[in-house]
C-alpha cells in the first residue's frame, strides 16, 4: 500500500511508481481535481482532501478519513504501507502499527531541517524510517538515509 497527500508528497511517493508493477498495489491519495483522473493509470482509492486551514471541517474530514483508512485497511489487508507523508497517511500507518504491518515512512525530501508532524508522528512506529537529508538524521537517530527519490 502507498499512501500520501496530494502535492509534493504524492509527487514523491510517485517517484517509486516503478515498484508498482512489481506488487500487488494500491496507492491511496486525497480525491481533488489533479487526482481524480488517477484511476485509468493507478489501481488507486481515494480519502477525503481537507485543508487545515480550515479547522474545523478538517476535525470531520480527518475523523472520516480514519474510519475510511481502516476500511480500506481491511479491504486490502497490506503487508507493507509506505508513505511520504502527510495527515493523510498517518492513521494508516498507526493502523498498520497496531495489525503488525510493516511501515516504511519516507521524510519528506522539502524538509533538510526540521521534522515534520507526520514525521515526529510516525517515527516512533514506523518499521523503516527514512531521511532524504543526513543532516535529518540529528532529528530521527533512528533513521535510514537512503538519498534522495528523485
Given at each position: 500500500m502507498f499512501i500520501s497527500s496530494v502535492g509534493g508528497h504524492l509527487t514523491q511517493l510517485l517517484q517509486l511508481k516503478d515498484m508498482f508493477k512489481d506488487y500487488n498495489y494500491v496507492l491511496i491519495t486525497e480525491k481533488t481535481e489533479v487526482t481524480k483522473n488517477f484511476k485509468e493509470k493507478y489501481n488507486m482509492e481515494y480519502l477525503v482532501?481537507?485543508?487545515?486551514?480550515?479547522?474545523?471541517?478538517?476535525?470531520?474530514?480527518?475523523?472520516?478519513?480514519?474510519?475510511?483508512?481502516?476500511?480500506?485497511?481491511?479491504?486490502?489487508?497490506?503487508?507493507?504501507?509506505?508513505?511520504?507523508?502527510?495527515?493523510?497517511?498517518?492513521?494508516?500507518?498507526?493502523?498498520?502499527?497496531?495489525?503488525?504491518?510493516?511501515?516504511?515512512f519516507i521524510e519528506s525530501f522539502a524538509k533538510n531541517d526540521s521534522p515534520t508532524l507526520s514525521g515526529r508522528l510516525v517515527y516512533p512506529i514506523a518499521t523503516t524510517f527514512v531521511v532524504q537529508w543526513e543532516s535529518m538524521k540529528k532529528y530521527y537517530p533512528k533513521a535510514e538515509y537512503w538519498g534522495w527519490i528523485y
Open positions: 482532501y481537507g485543508s487545515r486551514k480550515y479547522l474545523f471541517t478538517y476535525i470531520f474530514k480527518f475523523l472520516f478519513n480514519i474510519i475510511k483508512s481502516f476500511y480500506l485497511f481491511v479491504k486490502y489487508r497490506p503487508n507493507v504501507i509506505v508513505t511520504t507523508g502527510t495527515h493523510t497517511a498517518v492513521p494508516m500507518c498507526y493502523i498498520g502499527w497496531l495489525f503488525r504491518r510493516k511501515v516504511i
